[in-house]
């Protein structure tokens, strides 16, 4: 079953809802999403979740001063791209001059661990900043790196140019390939006037540390490192900051039981549905998860290697930017991965699924009638 939507319709190219679910629930192992690049372009907005976020709407903790401080810096930021862009207007113009070196960083790096809101004050940024939404773009690392896949290095660098603010959430380099692609694709951006904003678990400099040999692209990564200024944000993940703990897993048949009674529900077995995820393109599990209500997983257990583990990241991802419940049985989500794992290079992508999944979990119990 092909779940490509057209974007007519939606919110700054988001899909609609789709309509009731037939008889029963889905499966995402039946679903083969194709996703048009014009999609990709489209989606470069904030998540669902962080429609409506605002500086305003973040609650920083009164006992960690950095957050304060951030929304502070980041407000000054987006007021600061107001205005013309570099290049001489909105559009793109193809005879403008290349627009003049930037005096120091030409965008903002939030440093911190998972849960403290670097996300929601990424989104914030996007929102706040004056200009008209398509002269912004939003999305994660993977995407961004996805969106050059499809539309190939030049057009990527045609297309963003002539923005005002490009967001990329979850930076991360996992290879030496994206390392060389996005440290040139950002250089040229600057280059164009484009400002920078992003948010990792990882300092600039530290980047691809502990997953490739980084001292031999150290010029790469200190390259990306000059674009950004950046700004440390301390904390406790707040999805957990005096909630209760996450619910246990239930039984199959609870699940199952609950799959079939939610319109709009998934129901698969955990270890079908891995294996179908190697078959899909990470770029699509967005589109994998499109009009869904609800995850419903039977048979959830340790994931068996890093490649699998790593895909499992990205559809936490999507699942927690769409506020998809996932509601599962088996081993629960902090038993996901191995300790070899969550000691490794990839250690804090794991902490984040787990934290994601965990409040998913809790948003999916109202599904297990009592």
């Known amino acids: 079953m092909s779940t490509s939507l057209s974007t007519s319709g939606s919110t700054y190219g ?32 904030p998540p669902p979740r962080f429609d409506s976020v605002r500086f305003d709407t973040y609650d920083p903790d009164p006992g ?12 000054g930021f987006a007021a600061g791209l107001g205005g013309a862009h570099a290049s001489g207007g909105g559009k793109r113009r193809w005879f ?5 070196a930037a005096a120091g960083p030409r965008g903002v790096y939030l440093d911190g661990g998972y849960g403290v809101g670097k996300t929601h004050l990424l989104a914030s940024l996007w929102h706040a900043t004056p200009a008209e939404p398509e002269l912004k773009a939003f999305g994660t690392f993977v995407e961004l790196t996805n969106l050059v896949g499809a539309l190939g290095f030049q057009q990527t660098v045609q297309t963003l140019g002539g923005h005002r603010l490009l967001c990329i959430d979850e930076f991360e380099l996992d290879d030496p390939g994206d390392t060389v692609l996005v440290s040139s694709l950002l250089s040229r951006l600057v280059e164009q006037g484009v400002a920078l904003a992003a948010t990792s678990n990882t300092l600039p400099g530290k980047l691809g540390e502990g997953r490739f040999a980084a001292a031999d692209f150290l010029r790469e990564i200190q390259g990306l490192s000059a674009h950004f200024r950046p700004l440390r944000i301390d ?7 005096g909630l209760p703990q996450a619910p246990a ?28 995820l190697a078959k899909v393109h990470p770029s699509r ?15 959830v257990g340790p994931v068996p290697d890093q490649s699998t583990a790593l895909r499992l990241v990205v559809l936490a991802d999507r699942l927690y930017d769409r506020e998809i419940p996932v509601l599962a049985s088996g081993v629960p989500f902090d038993e996901l991965f191995s300790e070899e794992m969550l000691n490794g290079g990839y250690r804090k992508k794991y902490f984040r699924a787990i934290s994601r999944l965990t409040a998913l979990a809790r948003d999916a119990k109202p599904l297990v009638s009592q």
């Open 14 to 45: 988001r899909p609609p809802i789709a309509g009731p679910a037939e008889a029963g629930p889905q499966a995402l192992c039946a679903r083969e999403p194709r996703v048009p690049a014009e999609r990709l372009v489209a989606e470069m907005v």
């Open 285 to 299: 599990y967005g589109a994998l998860t499109d009009g869904l209500a609800a995850v419903c997983l039977t048979g």
């Open 96 to 100: 403008a001059k290349k627009a003049p």
């Open 249 to 276: 897993p239930f039984s199959d048949e609870q699940v199952t039981k609950a799959a079939y009674a939610t319109e709009g529900a998934s129901l698969d077995d955990f270890p079908g549905l891995l294996e179908h």
């Open 64 to 75: 960690q001063p950095s957050q304060a401080e951030a929304v502070t810096v980041l407000s």
């Open 235 to 241: 904390g406790q993940d707040y999805r957990h900051r």
